[in-house]
């Protein structure tokens, strides 16, 4: 439920614990009074101050993503962020955090596995509209990775970044002792088949030794799993997993979907790595 994972939020102004209020609309009020009403589509923005310098995924990159995903053709990797996340999951008052949620699909996996509370959070407001309808009983917030978390400390017991910022050092201070950060990141050759040719962006050399580094400091490196999961893609795929992701940022989405109109049925090779590492 919503209520679960209220406790372990704090407020962005004064740092002091939430409550949730039941009148129209919901609301979290802090001790202080600090209140932040829930948007129609049920998340809220914690957001204060200059906002973000952060490029959120437009309209369209979101709907994208949501069509793709909603097909199911990521879905053996949705299975394996739950595999990993469910051994410290797996009692009533855990509490999962999702960096980078998006529309929700992959923590939609984890809490069908799971009895946890969840937090998603994401600097999009029109992927948080389609995340709050996928996981009702999380609590979605607007807010921005690069800003300390409002999240207490020692309060989360699983976190899970999939192709999303990561902030070692807050997820240090959230995640609880013998908790587990599970970061999905692409590998070198995925979907090489579509990529080039559909402007997707290259993989950067050496990207899994750099994650690794970034957070050594503040975890240890307990498991580094591979997944290819083999695609057959028509046009219209084929458009939505180019847009959907930074690159759909610099390309055309009708652009896209004129030049993919003609493709049937393509084979293609996601290709992923799932970096497990836990907290001391």
């Known amino acids: 439920m919503l209520s679960d994972a209220v406790p372990s939020l704090r407020c962005p102004v004064c740092r002091g614990p939430f409550g949730l209020s039941g009148a129209a609309p919901l609301s979290l009020v802090c001790v202080a009074g600090h209140s932040f009403d829930a948007a129609k589509q049920g998340y809220f923005n914690l957001l204060t101050g200059k906002g973000t310098v952060f490029e959120a995924d437009t309209a369209e990159m979101v709907a994208a993503r949501d069509d793709f995903l909603g097909a199911g053709h990521y879905a053996p990797l949705a299975e394996a962020i739950a595999e990993e996340a469910a051994p410290v999951l797996s009692v009533p008052g855990s509490l999962v955090l999702d960096s980078g949620t998006g529309t929700g699909h992959y923590l939609r996996t984890v809490l069908e596995r799971t009895p946890a509370a969840a937090i ?61 950060v599970i970061v999905v990141t692409p590998r070198n050759g995925h979907l090489g088949e579509i990529a080039e040719r559909t402007g997707m962006l290259n993989i950067e050399p050496g990207k899994e030794e750099r994650l690794t580094e970034s957070m050594q400091e503040f975890f240890t490196l307990a498991d580094t799993i591979h997944l290819d999961v083999d695609l057959k893609l028509g046009g219209r795929d084929i458009a939505d997993v180019a847009f959907m992701g930074p690159a759909g940022h610099h390309l055309e989405r009708a652009a896209l979907l004129a030049s993919t109109a003609s493709e049937t049925s393509v084979q293609a090779t996601a290709k992923f790595t799932l970096s497990v590492f836990t907290a001391p």
Do not use: M, Q, T, Y
Request: aromatic share 8%; charged share 25%; hydrophobic share 50%.
């Open 120 to 180: 998603g959070i994401d600097i999009s407001k029109f992927a948080l509209r389609r995340g709050a309808r996928l996981n009702p009983g999380a609590v979605n917030l607007v807010w921005d990775i690069w800003r300390p978390l409002p999240i207490a400390d020692h309060s989360v017991d699983a976190i899970i970044v999939v192709f999303a910022p990561r902030n070692p050092p807050e997820f240090a201070r959230v995640l609880r002792p013998g908790g587990r």
